[in-house]
């Protein structure tokens, strides 16, 4: 009981604690430019003082899931560590199994697709946010799948060595941490619902004994990392992926543990 409190509390937390700063067209006045008349407008047109211009990215937000992952790379070499996840094991571990895990991954993602088809503005356009998402994913891939056959670490139900760190917890946060990106100048509640979703996720990969602690908190880690990431570089990517003149644009396309990239080519 103690640790599902914990887990909620922590929900809760991780949004203000971990906020990366949407992105937002800096304004100034053609007729007084100064302090007073600059504002932050995203996407949407929505206003809000926690919006900043892309080049004053805040990029302190970047310490929590790079703590939260050297957490879990540390839990493979400190013995401490791996006691902590054997007694949360024994505190958590469920007599029997559930599958829905398999699937609250994509809520977030799915609620995003609801509220743009029904016209509920958010901080990019359509197009912008399935490559923001793509991106997030394939980085999110490309930092947990070779890792876990590099680490060979054994689940606790001793089904395979491809326990560290959690796929489905990082690819939970991914969803998460995006929404929380696209939907915060709107309303942080909903953005943040995202979190509830991902840290039930993680807690139900260890209920069912798929996953000690460790790494579930590197698999948080990842995901919000491997998206903050993208959505601070996307102002130079969106270049690359999305060119306004004739040339080459790449989108990385994502599917479980298998990805690949998608060639567009414009030409007048």
């Known amino acids: ?3 599902r409190f914990f887990f909620l509390s922590l929900t809760l937390l991780l949004p203000w ?12 006045s053609a007729n007084n430019i100064g302090p007073t008349n600059t504002q932050y407008v995203n996407a949407a047109g929505i206003d809000s003082a926690i919006m900043r211009p892309p080049n004053k990215y805040n990029w302190a937000k970047f310490a929590l899931p790079v703590a ?8 493979l070499k400190v013995q401490y560590l791996q006691n ?41 356009k359509i197009r912008d946010k399935a490559a923001l998402y793509m991106m997030s994913t394939a980085l999110n891939a490309a930092m947990v799948y070779p890792v876990k056959k590099l680490t060979t670490r054994l689940r606790p139900d001793e089904s395979d060595l491809k326990s560290f760190p959690s796929g489905h917890t990082s690819n939970a946060f991914v969803a998460a941490e995006y929404f929380w990106q696209e939907y915060k100048g709107r309303s942080r509640w909903l953005a943040a619902s995202g979190y509830v979703i ?25 995901g919000m ?17 999305f060119p306004s003149s004739s040339g ?10 298998y ?9 007048h």
């Not at 054997?86 to 993602?109: E, S």
């Not at 991902?198 to 990842?222: C, E, K, P, Q």
């Not at 990805?259 to 030409?267: A, P, R, S």
Request: charged share 10%; no cysteine; glycine share 10%.
């Open 225 to 241: 990392l491997s998206t903050k990431l993208v959505f601070a570089l996307y102002p130079s990517l969106q270049k690359i992926v």
């Open 84 to 124: 902590w996840d054997n007694q949360v094991r024994k505190a958590v571990m469920g007599t029997t199994h559930t599958k829905i895990d398999d699937y609250i991954i994509y809520t977030p993602l799915l609620a995003d697709i609801g509220l743009s088809l029904g016209g509920y503005a958010s901080a990019h």
């Open 259 to 267: 990805y690949g990239v998608f060639l567009t080519y414009n030409w």
């Open 68 to 75: 939260l992952t050297g957490y879990g790379y540390l839990s």
């Open 1 to 3: 009981m103690h640790l």
């Open 198 to 222: 991902a840290a039930t996720t993680g807690y139900l990969r260890m209920h069912n004994d798929r996953h000690w602690f460790s790494d579930v908190i590197a698999g948080a880690g990842i």
């Open 17 to 28: 604690l971990s906020s990366g700063q949407a992105y937002a067209t800096y304004i100034h």
């Open 248 to 257: 080459l644009g790449v989108t990385p396309i994502v599917s479980g543990p």
